[in-house]
């Protein structure tokens, strides 16, 4: 019996961290789409269909480009 009922806490208290640790922010969450923009990130295989326009950003994060 109090083996069976230590099994439950520690289950429960796994649950209930788990839980505790995901923000609601994160749950819910979801990003607008952007129109023809893609990101490839460094050393990651990208089927390639045409031609590849690549643009030199100015600052780190790349939100403003040399076009």
Do not use: W
């Not at 520690?10 to 505790?20: D, F, G, H, K, V």
């Not at 460094?42 to 780190?60: D, F, I, M, R, W």
């Amino acid at each position: 019996m109090k083996r069976t009922t230590l099994y439950l806490l520690i289950a429960l208290a796994s649950t209930a961290s788990a839980l505790a640790a995901v923000s609601p922010k994160e749950r819910t969450a979801f990003e607008p789409a952007t129109a023809h923009e893609t990101v490839i990130e460094k050393n990651q295989a990208y089927p390639l269909v045409g031609p590849l326009t690549v643009e030199e950003c100015l600052n780190s994060d790349c939100s403003v480009t040399r076009s």
